[in-house]
């Protein structure tokens, strides 16, 4: 369960969307599966060794096969043996193709050996739902995952999963938490600290800072933060990150990580003017003072600030393209539409240059097209606003304020 569906009942945006296209009544070709709504089963994968997870009655893509028993009391001994490996061993067996489908359930299934099977496995029924990765079904819980670390900073920052447990973290108020002492707060690592003592509680000591260090390769949290933790991040979620490590390029200099759910014009303009601005006056002041490397520090901060201002006006290249929606509709400045994703309203950060790593986004053609746009027949779309208009699904257009104004 990596992905999210803005499904609102089927009456919402996907829905207008499709009909603009398609006409009215043409979008029900795109909703399969509905018998299936609601209902208990298994869901299989059904590519590669065909993994599967319990089905919970949500809905569900093109590339998985949902399984729902004629009698439910049979779930349990069907889930142990989809569950093993014996199943994609019988199944590839009958089909090897990339994507199977028919075969799923053309496969000997011994119902009284697999029952006896659930029964010394699953004495109690079914187990809920349940996974300690926090990119899968996940409740954050920072004692109860494979990520702790991330998971902690995640909290500190405001994220929550959408089935978080309650804990009693109080949470950063804004979503920016400087990796420096700024505005009254204190850096970011002994913030996360504190955090940490919080949650484990009795357990938490130097052994365990120790062993969650161990875990992601740091001797401190300090230098996990500045040096490790933005590109694990990214990894982990998949080139998709949702806490945006900004800094001026220097490890010495300004940097803060961003809760990009939370990141609308006003929480931009308080870290470039207010944060930022803190730094700047910081700098200044050494440099009277005859601080060493202040002055370099100033000039990276200011060429930082510069970027970001770049970001909130919006001029190409630092702009937001979305493909499907129409030029009149796209952001101006920095106003994304969390609906549009993480991979389009990242890229100004990433133009401008102000992420601690690289993060793995293309933003080319790809494969498809965009229905009811304009064909351009064998020349094909020559300028920026062609190719928006074209039957190719171009990512990577930049257009300016003045545009998008003009096609109201």
Known sequence: MTQALLWEQGQGQLLNFVESRLGEGGSRAWFRGEESWGKD???????????????????????????????????????????SSLYNVAVRVIDRALKVRGALLKVPFDLAHWQQVAAE???????????????????????????????????????????????????????????Q?????????????HLLAQVYGPDWNTAKLQELLAQVGADSLEVWLRDKFFDQHSKLFHHR??????????????????????LDRAKLEKLTYTYLGEWLDRQRAEIAAGEKGAETRLAAALEL????????????PYDIYVRW???????????????????LNIRPFVEAGVLRSKVNVKWGKDRGSDPGKKDFGEAGPQTDLEKHLSNERHNDLHFTLAQKQDTE
Not at 127 to 140: A, L, R
Not at 305 to 316: N, V, W
């Open 41 to 83: 089963g298994i869901v299989v994968s059904a590519m590669g060794n065909l993994p599967v997870p319990l089905f919970t009655g949500s809905l569900f893509d093109d590339n998985t096969v949902v399984l729902i028993p004629n009698n439910q009391s049979h779930l349990a001994a069907i889930w142990c043996y989809c569950s």
């Open 121 to 179: 496995k699953y004495p109690d029924g079914l187990p809920e739902p349940y996974s300690n990765d926090p990119t899968q079904w996940f409740k954050g819980t920072v004692t109860d995952t494979t990520e702790p670390l991330q998971v902690a900073m995640a909290r500190l920052l405001g994220y929550n999963w959408p089935e978080q447990l309650l804990d009693g973290l109080t949470p950063d108020a804004d979503g920016i938490v400087p990796l």
């Open 181 to 193: 002492a700024l505005s009254g707060e204190q850096p970011a690592h002994v913030r996360l600290l």
């Open 241 to 262: 990150p949702f806490l945006w490590y900004i800094w001026d390029g220097r490890k010495d200099g300004f940097s803060a990580i961003v809760n990009y759910h939370s």
């Open 305 to 316: 600030q510069k970027k970001l201002e770049a970001i909130l006006t919006g001029e190409p």
């Open 325 to 343: 929606k129409e030029l009149s509709e796209q952001p101006r400045g920095w106003n994304p539409d969390l609906n549009d994703g993480i991979r």
